[in-house]
């Protein structure tokens, strides 16, 4: 049966139970003042970098915290200044000998608003009659009392990552206690302000509330629930850096007529320098890449073999033809370390576009790692792979000196990272765990020993020794760190039962 069917098998399919019952009710009868509610907190721009912000959104959550009745509920800031806190608070349950602590972040991708869909703006959240990408249409704000319907999308920035996440683990307590349904066990919230910046102080306010943030596991609420719309308990993720990479051509812009085939230029030369990095297959060609993997036990393997392929579904309403990956699967390729261009830029191009030579051209990469992999040694092995390209690597801009002794020149400037994260899928909580989110759906739950997406889990094991286990709620084509990024409602009212069970694990 593999250990997936067994932890099906003891979660079992049996009707909502009364608990599960009355948080539906409550969810049914308060949907409006939710949302509401909801669409206030994403009013408030939570871009990674807008410290301002970010700290009107932490205290409008610490407001919605003290509101439901948390008690202790307070800023946990880093000794580094100028840094988002992290919110936090509990409830105290007697005679409960386990405490869970459910984690979500608050900040959000950049913003281009003029990329965003006509009608659409960031930080204004807006409805949709289905996705806008599937034919939706935009809808006015509900008045008071309006059904709701679940296949509805709501467009903000982070309405789905992870604003959903703060959401939907807030609103599970004030069902529970709405619904007079105790937890089970103790309940501790945090929710972090710098995840999206690559969480660079999350280990600081970590080490310095050790005691605080004792637990017998986190409830990581973040990412999308499986593409086949069924419930999803992912036992690790990948870490992740960034580098920025720039490439040197001439010391001002040149004549591309009187100075072409002659002056180097720095667009064509980081192009291959980008295309050297892979193969056709799109496996990652610097060495060493993939060396350090610890490869996934046989449970794992198992694990990954039950997850639905619905490959050839996506790569349809994705519109390309060929995957990369050479005849594997997507879930094998998430259990695999990867390298991705986020984005590339040099001169201009449409309307602003110009006959020069760009002095500079300019990328940044996305290296997501596996268990086994060192943020560090992996940029280490890049730094590698450029310098067997011929390529002086440098941290700092180039001297006129250096300009005139190496012909290829890159500067290389990393952003922070961390590693990768996995829990063992056997453990008893976990086994519970499962048992929970599977007792409100009836479809069985996908289990995935690692999410494509990253998440600093590693900062928990290394400064806590923590167990963490990630239940996400939002739908899988919300367009996260993208434009129209968007949430379906029915995804939200999920993601509070789900919460809501395993605050009362069993």
């Not at 721009?45 to 610490?62: C, E, G």
């Not at 730094?383 to 500067?411: C, K, S, W």
Request: some cysteine; charged content about 15%; overall charge positive.
């Amino acid at each position: 049966m593999g250990l997936l069917g067994s932890l099906l098998l003891l979660a079992g399919f049996a009707a909502p139970d009364s608990a599960l019952q009355k948080v539906r009710q409550f969810r049914q009868s308060h949907e409006n003042q939710l949302l509401a509610e909801y669409m206030q907190l994403l009013v408030i721009p939570n871009v990674a970098v807008d410290t301002a912000n970010l700290r009107q959104t932490a205290n409008f959550i610490a407001d919605m915290m003290r509101r439901r009745g948390i008690s202790g509920v307070q800023l946990l800031r880093a000794p580094t200044a100028g840094v988002a806190p992290a919110v936090y608070g509990e409830v105290r349950t007697p005679g409960a000998k386990r405490t869970l602590i459910f984690y979500a972040h608050y900040d959000g991708q950049p913003v281009n608003p003029k990329q965003w869909a006509a009608g659409l703006s960031p930080f204004q959240p807006t409805l949709a009659s289905a996705s806008l990408a599937k034919g939706g249409q935009l809808l006015p704000a509900p008045q008071p009392g309006t059904a709701l319907n679940p296949e509805w999308r709501l467009y903000a920035r982070g309405s789905s990552d992870d604003k959903a996440g703060v959401m939907s683990i807030l609103s599970a307590y004030q069902a529970l206690q709405a619904s007079k349904l105790k937890p089970t066990v103790n309940l501790k919230f945090f929710f972090e302000g710098e995840e999206e910046a690559g969480s660079p102080h999350l280990s600081e306010i970590l080490g310095n509330n050790k005691s605080l943030l004792q637990s017998d596991l986190w409830v990581i609420c973040d990412g999308p629930v499986h593409q086949s719309g069924r419930k999803q308990v992912v036992f690790g993720a990948r870490g992740d850096v960034n580098v920025e990479l720039t490439v040197y051509g001439p010391k001002r812009p040149l004549h591309s007529g009187h100075y072409g085939n002659w002056a180097p230029n720095p667009a064509m030369t980081l192009a291959q320098l980008l295309a050297s990095m892979k193969d056709s297959t799109g496996r990652v060609t610097v060495a060493g890449f993939y060396d350090d993997v610890v490869p996934l036990t046989a449970a794992e393997q198992q694990a990954v073999r039950n997850v639905p392929n619905l490959d050839t579904t996506i790569r349809e309403e994705l519109g390309f033809v060929r995957p990369d990956g050479g005849g594997q699967t997507l879930n094998e390729l998430i259990n695999q370390p990867s390298l991705n261009i986020n984005g590339l830029q040099s001169a201009n191009v449409g309307a602003q576009a110009a006959n020069v030579i760009p002095t500079t051209a300019t990328a940044v990469l996305d290296l997501r790692l596996v268990l086994g992999n060192d943020y560090q040694k992996q940029i280490q092995k890049v730094v590698r792979h450029m310098q067997r390209q011929g390529f002086f690597v440098t941290a700092n801009e180039p001297t006129d000196a250096e300009r005139l002794r190496y012909p290829r020149i890159v500067r290389l400037v990393p952003k922070a990272g961390y590693n990768a994260q996995r829990t063992p899928m056997d453990l008893p909580i976990a086994r519970s765990i499962v048992a929970a989110v599977q007792s409100t759906t009836n479809q069985p739950v996908v289990a995935l020993p690692t999410s494509g997406g990253s998440l600093p889990l590693y900062a928990f094991k290394e400064q806590l020794n923590a167990t963490t286990i990630t239940v996400p709620v939002a739908n899988y084509d919300n367009n996260q760190h993208a434009e129209n990024e968007n949430l379906r409602l029915g995804n939200l009212w999920d993601g509070l039962e789900t919460m809501a069970a395993i605050m009362r694990l069993k």
